[in-house]
């Protein structure tokens, strides 16, 4: 069974950083990339960023040059490096398969950046 657990959320204050964790079933990591997604208040889910089986990324222009996505194979983990956030940052934050599968949506982790 597929399972992908996100952590690393939390309150913090604005031009803070957090690091996001999601820890996938091999059955899931090996055979996709990956990605970062984000579901704000009132908002539709959006994509925010993702990273290919051989380590290439590409980003949202919202958070371009402030989230770095970064994978760890041999651990099945992806991580999402959100640095100088802001309020607008603040969602739920999933990781997926890039394109996302429906199927394999988790619960998210909750970033709030508040002052």
């Known amino acids: 069974q597929v399972q992908l657990v996100e952590s690393g959320g939390g309150l913090v204050q604005p031009g803070g950083s957090l690091r996001l964790s999601c820890a996938a079933s091999?059955?899931?990591?090996?055979?996709?990339?990956m990605g970062w997604y984000r579901q704000a208040p009132g908002k539709q889910r959006e994509w925010v960023a993702h990273?290919?089986?051989?380590?290439?990324?590409n980003s949202a222009d919202s958070v371009k040059g402030r989230f770095t996505i970064s994978r760890d194979n041999a651990k099945n983990a992806v991580y999402l490096q959100m640095n100088s956030l802001k309020p607008e940052d603040t969602a739920v934050y999933y990781c997926n398969a890039y394109p996302p599968i429906r199927r394999y949506w988790g619960q998210g982790t909750q970033v709030t950046v508040s002052s």
């Open positions: 091999e059955s899931i990591f090996s055979n996709y990339a």
């Open positions: 990273i290919s089986s051989t380590g290439s990324t």
